[in-house]
């Protein structure tokens, strides 16, 4: 492999973790490592991956909350899940979060090897599926790339990167409450606790951007004691 294909791999079982690196390397790929999702979060964010193996549970923050933090920014990195679990529940689990293949401990390093080539060609390949650009609520697009919100006489409203992700998250997950403690893990990323009216300005704001009537919402709801939602009837 001229140029070296990138892997960050988070585990925390340090023996476990040495084998599958030293295997990956000796297949000539350049792998980052973790052994905790906070760690891993942070190395994701200062480079670029061609693959992320993911323990599903590791100290600091899940596997399950490192991949979906990883989908709000990319949608294109395959994710792979490596779990002591062998329950189709968590394999459903799992791949909603948005993981691309699932291996159940223990495995055979050759099979592990395989799936990591496979998921590897896909991703340079740019199979993967379409990315989730933007939205469109009511007469308004959001572009998710560009962290820009189009009006309907085209003038444009920048967004920032916070009210971008959570923006993604609550449509992601439309129709569904999600919870304060899932908006901390995934866009705060637990590095700064935003207090409960941090979280409740963002969805005053995204009324003023969307709702026809702020006062009396139909897209953005907080739900008391449980966290807020997002609703849209013609998705």
């Known amino acids: ?3 070296k294909k990138r892997i960050l791999l988070a585990e925390d079982e340090e023996h476990l973790l040495e084998a599958i690196k030293l295997n990956l390397e ?3 790929y350049k792998v980052a490592t973790a052994n905790n999702g906070k760690k891993a979060l942070q190395i994701f964010k200062e480079e670029r991956f061609n693959l992320v193996i993911l323990d599903v549970m590791m100290p600091e923050i899940d596997g399950f909350v490192v991949a979906e933090t990883i989908r709000l920014e990319n949608s294109d990195v395959p994710i792979m899940f490596l779990t002591a679990k062998n329950t189709n529940e968590d394999k459903i689990s ?13 495995f055979n390093l050759e099979e592990l090897i395989l799936r990591v080539n496979n998921l590897v060609k896909r991703s340079l390949k740019g199979d993967d599926l379409k990315e989730f650009n933007s939205y469109k609520i009511g007469d308004k697009t959001i572009h998710f790339n560009s962290f820009e919100l189009v009006n309907a006489d085209e003038s ?3 967004l920032t990167k916070k009210e971008t992700m959570l923006l993604k998250l ?9 919870s304060r403690e899932q908006i901390l893990e995934t866009v705060w990323n637990y590095d700064v606790y935003p207090s409960t009216r941090t979280i409740d300005n963002f969805i005053l704001t995204f009324r003023k951007y969307f709702e026809p009537d702020p ?5 953005f709801h907080s739900i008391r004691g449980v966290g807020y939602k997002f609703t849209d009837s013609q998705h």
């Open 1 to 3: 492999m001229p140029n």
């Open 26 to 28: 000796l297949e000539g």
């Open 94 to 106: 799992g791949l909603k979060k948005g993981a691309d293949d699932y291996l159940t401990k223990p």
């Open 156 to 158: 444009i409203t920048a």
């Open 170 to 178: 609550l449509i992601e997950r439309r129709n569904d409450a999600v």
């Open 215 to 219: 006062k009396n919402p139909v897209y």
